[in-house]
């Protein structure tokens, strides 16, 4: 019944910024774990970003300093704002949900988020750094 949008994505020039956005829908729930995964062809899909519901944040290494995930919870919205953008960040971005997670399996390091944790995927968006 939950249900992402992403959106966002695009073509930037590298050192560039993005915002992706990933709007949220179909949830009543007070306790949660959103994040925001990367996959680059070829590649493994990897943790980026997550927000627990409580407020705390967990980023990949790689991305630490550079990108930053925040929530609007009135719009139903989770943000990762993403600056100083390199090439090895072109991937297709996906937010994703899990209910359960817990705040400890939310805030380890993000790059070391399992996919097979979040149930609910978006359809992802194309973010390309050249």
């Known amino acids: 019944h939950v249900q992402l949008v992403e959106s966002g994505g695009g073509s930037v020039q590298s050192g560039g910024s993005l915002r992706l956005s990933c709007a949220i829908s179909?949830?009543?729930?007070?306790?949660?774990?959103i994040a925001w995964f990367r996959q680059a062809p070829g590649k493994e899909r990897e943790g980026v970003a997550g927000?627990?519901?409580?407020?705390?944040?967990s980023y990949e290494d790689a991305v630490k300093g550079r990108f930053t995930i925040s929530r609007d919870n009135a719009k139903n919205t989770v943000y990762l704002q993403m600056n100083s953008l390199k090439p090895e960040d072109t991937a297709m971005y996906y937010c994703?949900?899990?209910?359960?997670?817990?705040?400890?399996?939310?805030?380890?390091?993000?790059?070391?988020?399992?996919?097979?944790?979040?149930?609910?995927w978006g359809q992802g968006t194309q973010v390309t750094v050249s």
């Open positions: 179909g949830y009543a729930y007070s306790t949660y774990c």
């Open positions: 994703a949900v899990d209910l359960g997670l817990g705040y400890y399996g939310c805030t380890v390091v993000a790059g070391t988020y399992q996919a097979a944790d979040f149930g609910y």
């Open positions: 927000i627990h519901s409580d407020g705390s944040t």
